[in-house]
């Protein structure tokens, strides 16, 4: 098992699209190979696995098995389910692949790893993941909603107040360097005890998390939102937002609450928020939220959301080095 040599990339990738029909796989790995040629597709994190072959009096070595992995943001890294031809030790040689390349992206620093499968994944996919050291932890929904689409008439967008008496209101404040550090504070504060990925709770830095959501999309500072209720300076909604290249679409990259403005109704004032900001620009608002998150899928079906899609996450989390 080792990284894939540059000169041995286009075999390895015959093997990762071993699914493609062969009429186009060719094709597909030729485009690939292009795309990394220019810059545009990182190979760097290919993995394969060889086998020694003994023929007609010669010693070969041919690749059997190939795994893709990507460096993101934050110290976190993408990692796809392994691809290896059929032969009585695919299972282990699936493990194995995984193993070493969890190994070597832990002593490089990386903190988190993970694998989304989606539903027309192979379940052999997923078994290999978890063989090779990567649990299946919880199931991500990915919602949607038409940003020109009005609240159903049974939503109330007046949030309430603690007294739950008086409706309230959030004033909106963009990301900018004044409000950085009041920023930060209470976006770490909006992951107390949060229900989205409680795995992720305390593993990054502040700066590692930014650096992650920064990256997600298209970053503009402006769509960058911190919702506070005049009065109450911690009780407030952190609204991240993020164009998505290529396509007409928006995407809620982050929505958090700290403790204090939970239950309160903040939440479904967030989203109509994001619907407003994203309603000039794009027909489609998307995010994607934890299963096990139940009041946040509450707010997203009250809101008009509907589900496209649902993907297994497979997660692993390193300890930090002690160096």
Do not use: K
């Not at 059997?64 to 943001?73: E, K, R, S, V």
């Not at 032969?87 to 989304?116: K, M, N, Y």
């Not at 489609?284 to 009041?295: F, G, K, S, T, Y």
Request: hydrophobic share 45%; net charge negative.
């Amino acid at each position: 098992m080792e990284p894939c040599p540059p000169e041995a990339r286009e075999a390895a990738l015959q093997v990762l699209y071993q699914r493609i029909p062969d009429s186009l796989r060719s094709r597909l790995v030729a485009e690939v190979l292009q795309e990394a040629s220019c810059g545009q597709v990182d190979l760097s994190g290919l993995w394969v696995a060889w086998d020694h072959c003994l023929g007609l009096g010669t010693a070969r070595f041919r690749i059997i098995g190939t795994l893709l992995t990507q460096a993101l943001a934050g110290r976190a890294a993408a990692i796809w389910a392994p691809e290896v031809l059929p032969s009585w030790r695919r299972a282990t040689t699936a493990a194995a692949l995984v193993r070493s390349a969890l190994a070597d992206l832990q002593a490089r620093g990386f903190r988190i790893v993970q694998a989304v499968l989606d539903e027309s994944a192979s379940r052999r996919g997923a078994i290999d993941l978890i063989r090779g050291g990567m649990p299946r932890v919880t199931e991500l929904l990915y919602l949607e909603r038409d940003t020109h689409r009005p609240f159903p008439e049974s939503v109330s967008l007046d949030p309430l107040s603690e007294s739950e008496a008086i409706p309230t209101r959030l004033i909106w404040h963009p990301f900018n360097a004044a409000r950085e550090t009041e920023f930060r504070a209470l976006l770490q504060a909006t992951y107390t005890s949060s229900l989205d990925m409680p795995e992720l709770e305390g593993v990054r830095s502040l700066d590692d998390i930014i650096e992650g959501h920064r990256s997600t999309g298209r970053f503009v500072p402006d769509r960058w939102r911190l919702g506070q209720v005049p009065g109450e300076p911690d009780t407030a909604v952190v609204l991240l937002l993020s164009e998505v290249p290529d396509r007409d679409v928006w995407e809620v990259v982050y929505l958090g609450l700290t403790v204090s403005a939970r239950g309160r109704g903040l939440g479904l004032a967030a989203i109509a928020h994001a619907l407003d900001l994203a309603r000039p620009h794009v027909s489609r608002l998307e995010l994607a939220v934890d299963i096990r998150n139940l009041p946040a899928s509450r707010l997203y079906e009250s809101a008009g959301f509907v589900s496209f899609d649902r993907r297994s996450v497979h997660l692993v989390v390193f300890p930090e080095s002690g160096g």
